[in-house]
């Protein structure tokens, strides 16, 4: 799991926020699985409206995480192309926000390692299935039955 850190971590609300907070409308950080007020939550990039899925703990952790991959790895080759869908820079750019490049450093969650540059929707792909490779193929094998001739 991405967030080891917080596994054994126990805590009150009222204990890390105040008694205020406590009562406060609450959502569950997809990475760390708190029920957590709503105010530790970044609005999402682009919508004001729509609060971000992980907590600001958690997202914190997730760029320093990312900040150092980005420099132990490699630049992408000039003329990259997403090693998935084959798209070129120029097909990939603004999928992952207008302020993104075409390219995320991909990288094993468990282990940090930089895997590769992908384009932001194959990153989503792996992403939404775990990484889990039987969760994927799973998935390879529905839309082989479910393909009409």
């Known amino acids: 799991m991405q967030l080891d850190f ?40 682009g919508n004001l409206n729509y609060l971000r899925s992980e907590c600001k703990f958690c997202e914190n952790f997730l760029a ?39 390219w995320v450093y991909d990288h094993d969650h468990e282990t940090k390692e930089f895997r590769g540059h992908l384009c932001h929707d194959c990153n989503r792909a792996l992403g939404n299935f775990g990484d889990c490779i039987e969760r994927m193929q799973r998935g390879i094998e529905y839309l082989k039955r479910n393909k009409k001739q």
């Open 6 to 45: 917080l596994k054994d971590f126990q805590f009150r609300l009222e204990d890390c926020f105040g008694p205020k907070l406590a009562k406060e409308e609450t959502k569950v950080c997809t990475k760390c699985k708190r029920d957590l007020p709503l105010s530790v939550y970044r609005p999402h990039s």
């Open 64 to 102: 320093k995480e990312r900040y150092e991959i980005r420099k132990t790895a490699p630049p992408p080759p000039e003329n990259h192309t997403c090693p998935i869908c084959h798209k070129t820079a120029e097909e990939a750019k603004g999928r992952g926000g207008k302020n993104l490049g075409p």
